[in-house]
């Protein structure tokens, strides 16, 4: 009877304990703090036309960023590049990327190495597929032609 109490009291205390390593976390971090730049994302994402989208770009700290991306099975001539300026919201967790011949996209920062992208209106994807990019360590900087 006794082995049973302390082995209860012993589960309590593992849940309080875990409970507040959760509470002294405090709120989530925005994606400003997550994100310093100079780094690099890269993934497979999701294509309804071809294999995948091979993509990969990179934020440097002066608020500009490049991107190359590859449209898998679809030949040599199907890498397109191109290039911008971002944004890390400081009360959110949304990376925007705004280039100069396309609509802006957001990226919502999941962790320290991770982004998801998101639709064009800035909503979740619903989908089983996979529009997760990951950090590449460590970081090399993009050779992009578009580039200076």
């Not at 770009?57 to 030949?75: H, N, Q, T």
């Not at 962790?111 to 360590?137: F, K, P, T």
Request: aromatic share 8%; with cysteine.
């Amino acid at each position: 009877m006794q082995a049973r109490r302390a082995t209860a009291i012993k589960a309590v205390l593992a849940c309080l304990a875990l409970g507040a390593c959760a509470w002294f976390q405090g709120p989530p971090k925005s994606a400003a703090e997550l994100i310093r730049p100079p780094v690099v994302f890269a993934g497979d994402l999701p294509c309804g036309s071809c294999a995948g989208i091979l993509t990969e770009f990179e934020l440097r700290p002066d608020g500009r960023w490049f991107m190359r991306s590859a449209y898998l099975g679809k030949g040599d001539d199907a890498v397109h590049e191109a290039m911008g300026t971002f944004s890390l919201s400081a009360d959110s967790d949304r990376l925007t990327l705004t280039g100069d011949r396309e609509p802006p996209r957001q990226y919502r920062v999941e962790a320290e190495d991770a982004i998801r992208m998101l639709d064009r209106e800035g909503n979740e994807i619903d989908s089983a597929l996979d529009y997760r990019l990951r950090r590449v360590e460590p970081y090399r900087a993009l050779k992009i032609s578009t580039a200076e």
